[in-house]
Each structure stands twice: as C-alpha cells, then as structure tokens.
C-alpha cells in the first residue's frame, strides 16, 4: 500500500473490515459497532476503494467475502491485535490479588494432560484467576491473531512465523483396547483389527498412518472416525475397536475405564506438542507469569 493511502487510513474501517469478515453482514456490522448501517455501507465502500477489490459480493442475503477479503483475515487481526496491545498501559501482574482471564486454545490432548495441574496451581496461588478452555478449530492463528486466546497448544507445525513457541509435550503412542479383548503384538495382527480414527490427529501430522506407509503396511481398517481423543476412548472402552492414542491420555484413561493399554507394533515419532503465543506478548508480565505457570504446570523448566 502507497504511503498516500497509509496516510489517511482511517482506523475504524479496519476494525470494520474485522466484524464484517465475522458477521459478513453490514447491517450485523452495524449493531455491532453502534453505528447505523448507511454509515458502515459508506465505510465498505471507502474499503473497496482503498483495497482496489469489491472484499464482499451479495450471495443469498448475506455478504461472501472475495479472495482478498479472506486472504487479509489473518493479517487484520494480527494487526489490530498489536494495536490493542499498544494502546492497553503495560501494568505489573500480581497473581496472588489481581483478576484476570486467560483463554487456551487446545485439543483434549494437552486439557488432558495439563489443565487439571494448572486449576490446581491456580487455587493455591491466584484465587482471582479463571480459565476458559477453547476447541482448536478451523484457522486457531486467527483467534490467536485476533486476541481471542493467550496460548494456542498445537503441533510445531501450526506455529506462524509471528509467534514464539517452545516444546510442551512429546510423548508416545500406545494401543488401547477394551479389557478383555487381545492387544496386538505383531504389525499383522495390529492391522488385522478394526480401528477408531481420531480427526484430530492430522494436525499432529497422521503420524501412525505416515508410519505405517513407511513400513511397508496397508492403511488402517478405519471402522469408526471421531472428532477427539476423549471420543475414541470411551468408544473404545464399549465396544471391540482399537484406538491408537498418546500414552498420557491412555494412561489417565485406564484409571476410570476398562481399558488395556500396550506397546505399539510400529516405530511411531512421539507426538509433540508446543506451547505456542504472539510474539508481542513476550514481555506483558501477566502472560510471563501464565507462561511460567504451565511449564510448571507440565513440569518443564
């Protein structure tokens, strides 16, 4: 963009640009900025100027966001998140007296494996602090771009290029089936099985099934495909399927169901997982302290 254009960049139509890609309504858009909805078709119209692209198009009765519309998404966010950022008064965090909420975007994995150890911490250290848990879906960047969470647990992978991160869990892979029924102790016999497949799992990089292509093996026989870890457990924990999973969530699984849980019968690279946050909030002392908290948390130091 022309340093002209820069110039006279009116910051209220960006923020509008952000609700409208949301809501892909002018007349939501408006309810939601508290203006009238002649005043943000005039704003839409100075966007279109300024971007050179028509950014929505009428479809049904609503607006769909062209190409470059969508493409800015990500990059608005980030944008108007450094804005907020340099505009909120840096202030020191005292834990033991001040309020605050912090949002985790995660799959039930790390919740699993971490959140219980964190509430723990936090009722002994921060009585004013509270949690909200948030399902990793779709583009999880934007919500972080955006705001919307302060950490976002998520393979190495998932890390855009604005974020710091560090290594968080890498654990193994296990076998779980419901007591009773016969682990697998052979590749043969581990694709002999019907399997619960987890959607979740492409995100850490299908790494049983990119195992399994690499030691000679046939795909899965998928019986059942569930959205989360949790769901193939308790799948797994009522009928004859085999789930392959990471052991901390087998593990914590088998106290409360009946579950048995084995070796593997093909080398699998562990899962890993990062803690991953925007790099502007390096140096905010209340996301320092939450940072320090989960390695603690996790007992990583």
């Given at each position: 963009?022309h340093e002209e ?270 803690m991953i946050w ?10 320092l302290w939450l ?11």
């Amino acid at each position: 963009m022309h340093e002209e254009k820069l110039f006279g960049l009116d910051l209220d139509l960006l923020v509008a640009l952000d609700v409208m890609l949301e809501t892909g309504s002018v007349s939501r858009t408006a309810a939601r900025l508290h203006r009238s909805q002649p005043a943000v078709s005039r704003m839409l119209g100075r966007l279109r100027d300024l971007f050179g692209d028509p950014l929505f198009v009428p479809q049904g009765r609503g607006l769909t966001p062209t190409p470059r519309a969508l493409a800015m998404r990500g990059p608005l966010k980030l944008t108007l998140g450094d804005v907020r950022q340099l505009v909120s008064p840096p202030s020191a965090f005292d834990a033991a007296n001040d309020a605050a909420h912090f949002r985790f975007l995660s799959s039930d994995y790390a919740a699993a494996t971490l959140i219980g150890a964190v509430v723990s911490k936090l009722q002994q250290r921060a009585p004013h602090v509270t949690l909200s848990l948030l399902p990793v879906r779709g583009n999880p960047e934007n919500v972080l771009a955006g705001g919307g969470a302060d950490l976002l647990f998520a393979p190495q992978s998932l890390c855009p290029a604005w974020c710091a991160s560090e290594p968080f869990i890498d654990d193994p892979w296990v076998c779980v089936r419901r007591k009773g029924e016969p682990l697998p102790a052979t590749l043969a016999a581990y694709l002999a099985l019907d399997h619960v497949g987890v959607e979740i799992e492409s995100a850490f990089g299908s790494g049983v099934d990119a195992s399994l292509l690499l030691s000679g093996g046939t795909p899965r026989r998928i019986k059942l495909t569930v959205s989360d870890f949790t769901a193939a457990l308790f799948v797994v924990a009522t009928s004859p399927l085999l789930a392959t999973l990471p052991r901390p969530l087998a593990n914590a699984a088998a106290k409360l169901l009946p579950l048995e849980v084995g070796a593997v019968p093909i080398s699998i690279p562990d899962s890993s997982i990062s803690m991953i946050w925007p790099r502007r909030l390096d140096n905010e002392s209340a996301h320092l302290w939450l940072r320090q908290l989960v390695r603690e948390s996790a007992s990583i130091t």
